[in-house]
């Protein structure tokens, strides 16, 4: 009986000890706020950012073009022109090369990182969206919102290896670089994992209580996906088995999610804040804080190395309302698009 009560004892001072480690870590890594702004100028929407931690450039997506800064001056350093309604970047470090999906034109560049020039184009399908290099099988994975399918071609050569059917719109994707990737059905509500090396779908899992899946990030140590929901949620997937282990509360309207493994932070970028949660354990999770963006701003890359948030933004104006429209939409102020920081 003594034994049993000192064991008991044990496991209550080690539960005790592991929540004030919790506690301590997560107020540890809240305080994020705006560190500043980079005026880019230009007008133009935005989507997908991408970070290049090894060669140190940040990769913004603006209509027609492409921004590149350089992440430790945090300045523009040059630009990848002559685009049509771009949205998803990705890089493939070891082959110099980089691909931008084209959503007006059907189609993804292929460019030089060095010289930012372009080398090539592919034939995608419907408003091709999110794009992923996966380094384990060499391809490129363009996912066509509007196709309801996934483009899959050479990354060093650009030739066409097959067209993968999902069911449905797929938005932002994710791998491991083991031979797995994944992509959300935002009109499904729906999970799909792809095997990069034969391109057959080798899971398809519901996301509820997620619905309307917008963005996700990974773990992919832990085989955790961060999945953003446009009914203000974060999901927490099994990786391996789909299913959702638990939900935490974000902004409205999330369209990037980004996982700093380093922190153990999850950023969700919603319209107007940041969500931000931290990973206490491969299965638990708590809400640090919600930082005040901008309107529109909802899509972010983290730097790796320095943890800061990177978010694209610009001015808005009102219009004056009128009979005919008496609550107008805000409007973009030409030229105003920039970058926001956020850093501790």
Known sequence: MLTSVGSLVDRMLTWLLLGALTVGSVAAVRGYHLLKEIPIGGDGSWDYMTVDPQARRL???HGTQVEVLDLDSER??????????????????????????????????????????????????????????????????????????????????????????LGGEPEFPVNDEKGSVWVNLEDKSTLVRLDANSLKVTGRWPTA?????????????????FIGCNNKVMAVADADTGKIMTTLPIGPHVDATA????????????????????????????????????LKANTLAVDPKTHRVYLPSAQWTSPAPSTETPHPAPTRVPGTFKILVLGQ
């Open 259 to 294: 996982f700093d493994s380093e922190t153990g932070l999850i950023f969700n970028a919603n319209n107007g804040s940041v969500s931000v949660i931290h990973q206490d354990s491969p299965d638990q999770y708590s809400v640090v804080e919600t930082v005040t963006t901008e």
């Open 59 to 61: 990769y913004a997506s």
């Open 76 to 165: 523009p350093v040059g630009k990848v022109a002559d685009l049509n309604g771009v949205h998803g970047i990705a890089v493939a470090p070891a082959l110099g090369r980089g691909f931008i999906t084209n959503g007006l034109s059907s189609a993804v560049t292929i460019f030089d990182l060095k010289t930012l020039k372009h080398l090539g184009e592919v034939a995608a399908g419907k408003s091709p969206d999110g794009v992923l290099f996966d380094s384990a099988s060499g391809r490129v994975f363009a996912f066509n919102h509007h196709g309801d399918n996934v483009t899959v071609f050479g990354a060093s050569d650009g030739k066409l290896v097959d067209t993968i059917e």
């Open 209 to 225: 209580p997620c619905e309307a899946p917008s963005s996700m990030a990974i773990d992919r140590d832990r085989r955790r996906l």
